[in-house]
């Protein structure tokens, strides 16, 4: 009963505290002096209505970048995790390369690694390489994306105990074998989170390749922008991002309440 | 006061002060067109005497252009920070109408500042850090919401250029380009123009900057580039080797389309710089600069 009370006493108490906080944050915005300017050149409703029907249209754009670079991404990276996981001395070659490409597509900022890819690879002019903005916007999210999760996947690995490998090579199973139907399921399901968590930052980082001319969601509101010398289509194409953004977070979470749920079950 | 009981008259005050809250709360939003027309009246009578502008730093007209600063727009030689041109050298068209103006207003050549301002951060809400803005900025009535616009100190149309030998250097009409992929920077109106006349069917490539789409031009990302005629003949002269003007467009609307110095909005300066343009204007300034600066652009086939 006590508990009950606490309970409710306790979502009275966020409640309260919630609607406290807005309300002096929304007071002290409104309040400031240049508010009725803000409000005039970022929240306009009319340019909003306006403006969002061609954004989405161009934000089709980021999702289908999305998409197409991400199963490239789940394979290249998942490769390269397990190159870099490659035992032996035999191996140092390819594992200093992991490495090397590791390091340098997560050094390099994203946008320079389109803008060079995007303006470069075509003005080699060769014959049979493709010329489109858009396809080596795609390659460039590829390329460092790879190097993210190529990172994420390894942590997975080496989470997972030694002896579990050593098991399943005392029972006959080759390394691949082992990595294969041992390590990586165990692997895969612990990263799931971190995974979708560069999944939302490729989504965002779609809005990059812009740069080379593309009309996106981010292109198609600075036009609307520029235009009009009103930021109203940059909140429009911000409500797109969050708007796919969201789910994919709460999907997350779930993912990981229900593993959670899962592996506790088998412990009792 | 007796003709009325006293419940009505609180009643009637109590509406009135909701009804002056509102018009006050109106007015603090500036929303309305009416703020606006009384900005513009103020600004034709403040006096024009040098003492008396509305200036960022007193005694400095502070102008604002984008870097690098482009021929034929601007002229001379590069000169730390400025790229390509020196803004200073009083060189190239939008240089020289500056300078024009300064005078006019009583600034010495020496009182002018020149400050780097992006075209992006040109609209940004906020007091503005130059006085105004001159950076081939072409008046639209929504920018006129968010900034005070100058006279036209140039009336311009738009190019398109094309390398020389590709399938679309051999179009003659606008109906002939619709199919080829096209570029803008972008904040022009090369790319509202691309959408509402050549109505193209890829769509186009916008770019960032100049050097952007010169590049995407370059490597035939893009079969053409939309830009104004003025700088078509420096693209075409200095920035891409094998490529050639295809021809200028006729003005798509019943007004030219023209560029404008920006200011704040509200800013008193305008009226002033107004003045001084109309006095150039007449007095044949504007044309002789046009003359040295933009000749070139007078002479480009036109593509209906």
Redesign the interface.
Known sequence: MTAGVEGRRAVVVALLSTVVFFTLLGVAITHAP?W???????FDWGQFKDSFPEIADAFLLNVKMFCIAEAFILVFALLLAIVRSLPGPVFFPLRALGIAYADFFRGVPTILVIALLG?GA??L?LKHVP???TFWGIVALILVYTAYVSEVYRAGIESVHPSQDAAARSLGLTHFQSLRKVVLPQAVRRVIPPLLNDFIGLQKDTALV??????EAF?QS??DA??????TPFVAAAVLFVALTIPLARFTDWLVLRDRRRRQAVGA | MPKYPRGRVAAVRRILALLAVTALSIA????GGSSNKSAEGTTTAASCSKGDLNLVNAGTLTVGTDNPAYPPWFGGSEKAPWKISDPYSGQGYESAVAYAVAKQLGFAKSEVKWIVVP??TS?A??PKKFDFDINQISF?P??A???DFSDSYYDVNQALVVLKGTPIASATSVDALKPYKF?AQ??TTS??YIKSNIKPSK??????TND??V??L?????DGLVVDLPTAFYVTAAQIENSKILGQFPNAGAAPEHFGMVFEKGNSLVGCVNDALSKLRSDGTLQRLRDQWLAKAAGAPVLK
């Open positions: 240049g009725p300017e803000v409000r005039r050149t970022f303006f075509p003005a002019q010329l489109s903005t812009g740069f080379l001319g593309s009309v292109k600075q036009i520029a235009a009009t010398f009103n930021y | 603090a939003t500036g929303c075209f992006n609209f809400p906020g639209k929504a920018r919401k968010a900034v570029g972008l904040g790319y509202d769509q186009p490539a916008v770019f960032d952007a789409a590049q995407s370059k490597n035939k990302q893009i």
